[in-house]
């Protein structure tokens, strides 16, 4: 059993910054990867961003270039570094984690959801 709790999220203009972290704890021996999805009214969630214990990173096309996921393994937190945001990153992000030994699409646990919005 993993929980997982966010911060991070708030209201910006287009062009703003915002970080995102989650924190993990409880059955932490058990997780391979963390990262967020996040889902806008009207859309399905998809896969923002997602880092491996190991390092390895991921991110959807239309976040590379504008943001940064890195890991603080002694804190079991993770961020998720959002620049150059657009109207089109408004959406509730949710943290979620990948356990060891299940497939990469397989979600362990989810966090409450954070709002970002980003104004036009």
């Known amino acids: 059993q993993v929980q997982l709790v966010e911060s991070g999220g708030g209201l910006v203009q287009a062009g703003g910054s915002l970080r995102l972290s989650c924190a993990a704890s409880g059955s932490i021996f058990s997780i391979n990867a963390m990262g967020w999805y996040r889902q806008a009214p009207g859309k399905q969630r998809e896969l923002v961003a997602g880092?491996?214990?190991?390092?390895?990173?991921n991110y959807a096309d239309s976040v590379k270039g504008r943001f940064s996921i890195s890991r603080d393994n002694a804190k079991n937190t993770v961020y998720l570094q959002m620049n150059s945001l657009k109207p089109e990153d408004t959406a509730v992000y949710y943290c979620?984690?990948?356990?060891?030994?299940?497939?990469?699409?397989?979600?362990?646990?989810w966090g409450q959801g954070t709002q970002v919005t980003v104004s036009s």
């Open positions: 880092i491996t214990r190991r390092g390895m990173t």
């Open positions: 979620y984690t990948n356990r060891v030994g299940a497939g990469l699409a397989e979600i362990g646990s």
